[in-house]
């Protein structure tokens, strides 16, 4: 279950970002907060190691690898490089820097994360073999930061369903 928690933060603290960011900018709709959120969670393509293994890919390209890579501001770059490929040219750009947006409060929220050594993951390789200080706020497996992102999450749900009522207009029930 702990998996899960730590998916669906990412996913609602990409909403809670999207969201917020729809607020200030009238360009960005719901199908771009939908890209913040895939953006926020394009690092964890790491985890398809858990149904192809590092070693059936090497034994089928025949040459040395590994997911791990993925799973740093780098892979990320590749992977959202990847997911633009799909968005028409003229909305590429926009897409890539939402889809960036998304994967970057990933990596922050990832960094925050208790480690045994104190040392947080080596965001940056391979550009630098750094280990950024751990934030040590939380557990991947804890439940509260779920709980949190989504408090988050229906505070800006419930803004968003005000700002598109007009003005005198009776509450939804």
Avoid at 23 to 49: C, W, Y
Avoid at 54 to 78: E, K, Q, R, Y
């Amino acid at each position: 279950m702990s998996g899960v928690a730590d998916v669906l933060t990412h996913v609602l603290v990409g909403y809670v970002i999207g969201m917020l960011l729809s607020f200030r900018v009238e360009r960005i709709g719901p199908a771009h907060v939908t890209l913040v959120m895939l953006g926020a969670l394009s690092p964890d393509v790491v985890k398809i190691q858990h149904v192809v293994p590092d070693g059936a890919v090497a034994a089928l390209l025949g040459v040395p690898f590994a997911w791990g890579p993925v799973h740093t501001l780098v892979g990320s770059a590749l992977v959202i490089g990847l997911i633009a490929l799909v968005v028409a040219p003229a909305n590429r750009l926009l897409a890539v820097a939402l889809l960036a947006v998304g994967a970057l409060s990933h990596h922050v929220l990832d960094v925050l994360l208790v480690t045994p050594t104190g040392e947080a993951y080596a965001v940056f390789w391979p550009l630098l073999e750094y280990r950024p200080p751990a934030g040590d706020l939380y557990l991947s497996s804890d439940r509260w930061p779920a709980v949190v992102a989504g408090c988050c999450a229906l505070v800006v749900w419930l803004i968003d369903r005000r700002r598109d009522e007009p003005a005198g207009a009776p509450a939804r029930e």
